[in-house]
């Protein structure tokens, strides 16, 4: 959104101190293991950008909490699927052949946002290792929330929502809607043989990149704001301002168990492979 329209939705600046207040009347707490979704601009015009968000996620969960995020670089996938945009089909063993493999400390999220993109700069940040569906953790948990994921079906049961899960986190939505909810996908990999995919990426194996073809669940977002909505009718969420963006806050096992119901209820059209 353009800086200008932003500064016009905003009656005054937001800031580290007033985003904290809003975040803790929402009822983030110390201590709460909080996985994050955003939108900067829906925010209001934040002084400091980006970083002041970071600062205010991180004093309202304290060290003794976990900051989440997903630092997601869906570039680094199959190219014969990209679509937004797609490439010559000729081009495609050459992105195969020479993509630079995933590095959680220098490969950049894509389509994150500016706020996930710039929590994983901060020291303290650990990164975990997928290619294309990396998580970014800080907190007292924040090495055991990110090792071990998994490269085929990474949001499932090895993955940092998994661990979130374990925690029993929380969700909190900045001003997006629940198509950015990525607990929703932990709930897809636990409806019963859920359709999949075949996915690739490269990657360093024992330091030699190579590209690795792996399974992986076929996500569908496109159902995501409907679940929400039916959960929401159900389950417990809090609703409130953070800046000028309307935000959600809620148990991730309560969104994970209802939606794994409402998943094998309302079962996808079709299967890809």
């Not at 000729?90 to 999220?109: G, L, Q």
């Amino acid at each position: 959104m353009n800086e200008q329209r932003v500064i016009l939705r905003s009656s005054r600046p937001v800031t580290v101190g007033s985003l904290i207040e809003d975040l803790r009347r929402l009822g983030v707490q110390a201590g709460d293991s909080l996985i994050v979704h955003s939108s900067l601009s829906k925010l209001g015009w934040v002084c400091g950008g980006p970083v002041a968000v970071v600062q205010a996620l991180m004093e309202t969960v304290t060290p003794e909490g976990n900051l989440v995020m997903p630092t997601h670089s869906g570039d680094y996938s199959e190219p014969s699927k990209w679509m937004m945009p797609p490439v010559p089909e000729s081009w495609w063993d050459a992105i195969r052949e020479t993509m630079p493999a995933f590095d959680p400390k220098t490969t950049p999220s894509r389509g994150m946002g500016a706020i996930p993109e710039c929590f994983r700069t901060f020291e303290g940040v650990r990164r975990s290792s997928h290619p294309a569906l990396s998580f970014a953790a800080w907190g007292k948990d924040a090495e055991w929330i990110v090792s071990g994921h998994s490269l085929e079906y990474g949001l499932g049961e090895q993955s940092p929502l998994a661990r979130l899960y374990d925690l029993d986190g929380k969700v909190l939505l900045l001003g997006v809607a629940y198509d950015s909810n990525t607990s929703f996908h932990l709930a897809e990999n636990r409806v019963p043989n859920p359709p999949h995919t075949w996915e690739g990426a490269p990657i360093l194996e024992n330091g030699k990149r190579e590209w690795r073809k792996y399974r992986e669940v076929a996500f569908d977002t496109d159902r995501f704001d409907e679940l929400g909505e039916d959960f929401e009718a159900a389950c417990e969420v809090t609703k409130g301002a953070v800046g000028v963006a309307e935000s959600r806050l809620f148990r991730q096992r309560a969104a994970v168990d209802y939606a794994a119901d409402w998943l094998a209820k309302h079962p996808p059209g079709r299967e890809e492979y």
